[in-house]
């Protein structure tokens, strides 16, 4: 069956270091993937788009990485802040049809003074 | 500011109530997108629509209709509200095609008694 998979445990980390979240998929091939951070009580806020054939994306204090061949996407947080805490989504746009995402269920982060 | 907006933030309503969830945006989107998410289980898509009077069911339609009469306003209805609708339900919308990702809403958390 087909799955997106996301660490369900809460990530902890301390002020300062990376935090890195995993995004793995079985059974799809996406056309691209996008990563989401999603605050309680509010909507999903749309970070970054990485496309099938990019391995690596950059914004700022963020990077999305994107492996085809272990179905697996990381997205990391430099330089981590408490402002950064939310919950992190992933997000795959299969090929063909309409622009439909498949959505994970996210990995919340705690960043820690 | 571009924005989608969800006509309510909470609901409470009655098991057997027919429920109207209303989402307007206002960046000229072909495409909008109602989704539930619950705990664990991320975001499910319900239905969309990528043109006015057109839909197209997602993931789990049973239980749900949709309205698009007009571009910007997409209705999502639940015929005989039970307490397993009871969710966060989020509208988002996109264009077609290269696009920089969804834009939600903030969500509207319905609780049916």
């Known amino acids: 069956s087909q799955k997106i998979e996301q660490n369900s445990e809460a990530l902890n980390i301390q002020e300062g270091k990376t935090a890195t979240l995993t995004c793995n998929y079985t059974?799809?091939?996406?056309?691209?993937l996008q990563w989401y951070r999603q605050d309680p009580g509010r909507g999903p806020v749309f970070l970054l788009l990485?496309?099938?054939?990019?391995k690596e994306k950059r914004k700022e204090r963020l990077k999305v990485t994107f492996d085809t061949t272990l179905k697996q996407s990381l997205f990391h947080i430099t330089a981590s802040q408490p402002a950064d805490s939310a919950t992190y989504l992933c997000?795959?746009?299969?090929?063909?049809?309409?622009?439909?995402?498949?959505f994970g269920a996210g990995t919340r982060l705690a960043v820690h003074p | 500011d571009v924005k989608v907006t969800q006509s309510s933030r909470y609901l409470v309503k009655r098991t057997g109530e027919k429920v109207f969830l209303e989402c307007v945006q206002d960046?000229?989107?072909?495409?909008m997108f109602w989704y539930r998410q619950d705990p664990g289980l991320g975001l499910r898509l319900i239905y969309f629509?990528?043109?006015?009077?057109?839909?197209e069911k997602g993931d789990i339609p049973e239980g749900y209709s949709v309205s698009r009469e007009k571009k910007e306003r997409f209705s999502l209805i639940l015929e005989s509200a039970s307490t397993n609708q009871t969710s966060m339900y989020l509208c988002?919308?996109?264009?077609?095609?290269?696009?920089?990702?969804?834009?939600f809403g903030s969500g509207t958390r319905l609780t049916v008694v």
């Open positions: 997000a795959l746009r299969i090929s063909g049809g309409y622009n439909k995402l498949i």
């Open positions: 990485i496309r099938e054939n990019e």
């Open positions: 988002a919308s996109s264009q077609p095609g290269e696009w920089n990702g969804y834009t």
């Open positions: 629509s990528y043109d006015v009077k057109m839909k």
């Open positions: 059974n799809y091939s996406p056309a691209y």
């Open positions: 960046m000229d989107h072909e495409n």
